[in-house]
C-alpha cells in the first residue's frame, strides 16, 4: 500500500501532547506531487478506474493549531486552513473528469464545511451540489473534546492510557471507538456509486477508518501508517492508496 510518512510539518505540540496524533494539523512533504503528476496522465489517457475516491480532510483549524480533541465539536478554519482547502480543490480541478457531475460527499461539521466552500469554489460549482452525510462526522472524543492530549493525560492517566493501547476498541470516556467509526464508514461505502470517481471532504481519523474501508487494508494498520495530512489528500482505489500533494505553499514556515 501507500507508504505515506507521518508529516514533518507538524508543530511541536506534537511532541508536547505525549505524541498524539489525532488533533493535530499537519503539512506533508512535497515530495509527494509525484503521484499527483500519474494519476493526471492516467485520466487524460482515459485510462478506466473501476472506484476511486478522492478522500479529503479539512484544512487547518484553531484547535488543530492548539492541538486540541475536535471530535464532534468543531473549531473554524484559520486564513491557513483556508488556504489549505482551496489548494485541494485546485487539484480536484485537474483530477476530476467531470466536476460539475462527480459526487462530492461531506461531513455536516463546520470545518468540514467550510473547506467544502473553498473546494467548490475552486472547482466552480455550487455547494448546495454536494451530499452531507452523519456517517462522516469525525470520531466522538467523549469527554476530551476541547482538551489538549497533555491535559487529558494529566486529569486521567489511566483513561488516556487504557485508550492509548488499543484505540480500535478502548474509546476515550462518553465517546467512540474505533470499531465504531468503521463499523458506520463501511455501511455508508456500501451506499455510494462505486464505478465513479467520489469526493468525500471529512475528518482525519473518520479517513482512516474510510481508507480501512474502502481498500480491505486492516483498520489497524489504518490507524498506524495513514497519514493525517491537509495541504494534500488521498486518492484511494480498492486495495490501495496514495498521497495526492497539493499546490500549497506555508507562508509561514
Known amino acids: 500500500i501507500g507508504q505515506g510518512k507521518e508529516a514533518q510539518g507538524c508543530s511541536g505540540e506534537e511532541r508536547e501532547n505525549l505524541h498524539d496524533r489525532e488533533n493535530i494539523g499537519c503539512l506533508m512533504p512535497h515530495r509527494q506531487v509525484t503521484f499527483g503528476l500519474r494519476c493526471r496522465s492516467l485520466i487524460s489517457a482515459n485510462q478506466r478506474v473501476r472506484f476511486m475516491l478522492f478522500v479529503l480532510r479539512h484544512g487547518e483549524t484553531e484547535w488543530n493549531r492548539l492541538g486540541r480533541f475536535q471530535g464532534q465539536q468543531n473549531s473554524p478554519l484559520t486564513e491557513r486552513g483556508q488556504r489549505q482547502a482551496a489548494a485541494m480543490g485546485r487539484l480536484l480541478c485537474d483530477l476530476l473528469v467531470d ?79 474505533y470499531r465504531d467509526v468503521f463499523g458506520r464508514v463501511s455501511a455508508w461505502l456500501e451506499t455510494i456509486d462505486r464505478e465513479r470517481q467520489t469526493v468525500v471532504i471529512a475528518h482525519g481519523s473518520l479517513n482512516r477508518m474510510l481508507v480501512a474501508a474502502a481498500t480491505g487494508i486492516a483498520p489497524q494498520r489504518c490507524l498506524e501508517e495513514v497519514p493525517l495530512p491537509q495541504d494534500a489528500f488521498l486518492s484511494v482505489t480498492e486495495g490501495d492508496w496514495e498521497v495526492l500533494a497539493t499546490d500549497f505553499v506555508d507562508v509561514n514556515a
Open 99 to 177: 466536476p460539475a457531475s462527480t459526487p462530492i460527499w461531506c461531513s455536516p461539521l463546520g470545518r468540514a464545511q467550510q473547506s467544502c466552500h473553498q473546494v467548490c469554489s475552486a472547482l466552480g460549482i455550487n455547494q448546495d451540489m454536494v451530499s452531507e452525510s452523519e456517517a462522516l462526522k469525525e470520531v466522538n472524543f467523549g469527554d476530551w473534546e476541547g482538551l489538549s492530549a497533555t491535559q487529558v493525560a494529566l486529569q486521567d492517566r489511566a483513561a488516556y492510557d487504557h485508550r492509548n493501547r488499543d484505540k480500535f476498541h478502548n474509546p476515550a470516556p462518553g465517546g467512540e471507538c
